[in-house]
T-cell receptor, first 112, second 115 residues
Framework: KAGVTQTPRYLIKTRGQQVTLSCSPISGHRSVSWYQQTPGQGLQFLFEYFSETQRNKGNFPGRFSGRQFSNSRSEMNVSTLELGDSALYLC???????????FGAGSRLTVL | AQSVSQHNHHVILSEAASLELGCNYSYGGTVNLFWYVQYPGQHLQLLLKYFSGDPLVKGIKGFEAEFIKSKFSFNLRKPSVQWSDTAEYFCAVNPQNSGYSTLTFGKGTMLLVSP
């Protein structure tokens, strides 16, 4: 069974640009969550999607958005990038009704 | 809202030493508890979890954790660490019956095991 796949793995952007990150969950998993990991703040929850609906959201500004498609794949978008958005963005998936998250390798974003 | 506190940010041990990493959470209700591990250059992996039942849970690679409800604690232990246990360890909680899979993580403990 393939794991959680995130693309791209690495990317470099400049301030003011926007970025879209993609996540393909484990086959059969309908819940997808996104987390931001930084050395200073650790792992912080961004959003959680289930069946194309956002069912929980963390305390991030509106520049951070996401969506989930009918095949459970998910994307997150960050607009008007700031230096502080440099981080590892992790996607995780879980089965319906389960609370065990399986994480992908992450997308490492560097904002210059 | 819940929060998680991990007592040590960095721990250095010699091989064969015993390990205990502290984790305390703050939440008024019943929680699911997790320990995840992130080996250098690898993705976050589940080490063990507690949902209910026996408060002593065993995970992969010889790790175990004990849930003490009265202390709101879920400490991770291993009797004898190996060099390959060098990694960052994260404690996490999820309120039971919340309808979400959302985890609240501690800041992590970096474990360095010297050979």
């Amino acid at each position: 069974k393939a794991g959680v796949t995130q693309t791209p793995r690495y990317l470099i952007k400049t301030r003011g640009q926007q970025v879209t990150l993609s996540c393909s969950p484990i086959s059969g998993h309908r819940s997808v969550s996104w987390y931001q990991q930084t050395p200073g703040q650790g792992l912080q929850f961004l959003f959680e999607y289930f069946s194309e609906t956002q069912r929980n959201k963390g305390n991030f500004p509106g520049r951070f958005s996401g969506r989930q498609f009918s095949n459970s794949r998910s994307e997150m978008n960050v607009s008007t990038l700031e230096l502080g958005d440099s981080a590892l963005y992790l996607c995780a998936s879980s089965e319906s009704g389960a609370n065990v998250l399986t994480f992908g390798a992450g997308s490492r974003l560097t904002v210059l | 809202a819940q929060s998680v506190s991990q007592h040590n940010h960095h721990v250095i041990l010699s091989e064969a030493a015993s390990l205990e990493l502290g984790c305390n959470y703050s939440y008024g209700g019943t929680v699911n508890l997790f320990w995840y591990v992130q080996y250098p250059g690898q993705h976050l992996q589940l080490l063990l979890k507690y949902f209910s039942g026996d408060p002593l849970v065993k995970g992969i690679k010889g790790f175990e954790a004990e849930f003490i409800k009265s202390k709101f604690s879920f400490n991770l232990r291993k009797p004898s660490v190996q060099w390959s246990d060098t990694a960052e360890y994260f404690c996490a909680v999820n309120p039971q019956n919340s309808g979400y899979s959302t985890l609240t993580f501690g800041k992590g403990t970096m474990l360095l095991v010297s050979p």
